[in-house]
């Protein structure tokens, strides 16, 4: 079963919009992690957060945590072309390393 | 960050048979793991794969239905046995990075049963 469900599935913007996606989990979790898959290849990691972090920046990408909300946000600023793509958040329940994976957010940036 | 590669990078099977999907990493990592990836869903993990060890399998999955090997610390298969057509996905493994609680993904090898 999912651990994270992620809202909205789907999301379509133009060039230099923002993008943000949301990520809900149901158990106790060390860090949440997102990753990015390009047109159903690999995927690739993007930032993870500490549970004891509630916000965190790398480039373009803000992402959020509230733990007692037991949520996280992805905030893509600036969004490019290139950004399309399915974004997922994952976890690992339990604090091990078997990641538990949302049901991501396709992203469409239209130029 | 590891280096991943696997093959083939997809192929299209008759129902019945069996395809074993490589991974190859460019380090030697002490845990490997293979994820399937069904037609517009998410990734579900299969299996865990330690060197010299039994996989351990994650609930749902059964050893008979996909066999993993992992005969050293750069490599492991999956097979997918007597595959039927729900047997189509993307199928990727990962591995853990270095002292860090983040996975690196080989590009996926994508099953097409028929």
């Known amino acids: 079963s999912q651990q994270g469900e992620e809202d909205p599935q789907a999301l379509s913007i133009q060039e230099g919009e923002n993008a943000t996606m949301n990520c809900s989990y149901k158990?106790?979790?060390?860090?949440l992690q997102w990753y990015r898959q390009n047109s159903g290849r690999g995927l690739v990691h993007l930032i993870l957060?500490?549970?004891?972090?509630r916000e965190k920046h790398s480039g373009r990408l803000r992402v959020t945590l509230d733990t007692s909300k037991k949520s996280s946000s992805l905030l893509i600023t600036a969004s490019r072309a290139a950004d399309t793509a399915s974004y997922f958040c994952?976890?690992?329940?339990?604090?091990?390393?078997?990641?538990?994976f949302g049901t991501g957010t396709q992203l469409k940036v239209e130029l | 960050s590891a280096v991943i590669s696997q093959k083939p990078s997809r192929d299209i099977c008759q129902r019945g048979t069996s395809l074993t999907i490589q991974c190859q990493v460019d380090s030697q990592v002490t845990m490997m793991f293979w994820y399937r990836q069904q037609p517009g869903q998410s990734l579900t993990l299969i299996a865990t794969a330690n060197q010299g060890s039994e996989a351990t399998y994650e609930s749902g999955f059964v050893i008979d239905k996909f066999p993993i090997s992992r005969p050293n610390l750069t490599f492991s298969t999956l097979t997918v046995s007597n595959m039927s057509p729900e047997d189509s996905s993307i199928y990727l493994c990962?591995?853990?990075?270095?002292?860090?609680?983040?996975?690196?993904f080989g590009p996926g090898t994508r099953l097409t049963v028929l």
């Open positions: 957060i500490r549970s004891n972090e």
């Open positions: 158990t106790s979790i060390n860090n």
């Open positions: 994952a976890t690992a329940p339990g604090g091990g390393n078997k990641l538990t």
């Open positions: 990962s591995v853990d990075g270095d002292f860090t609680d983040t996975q690196y």
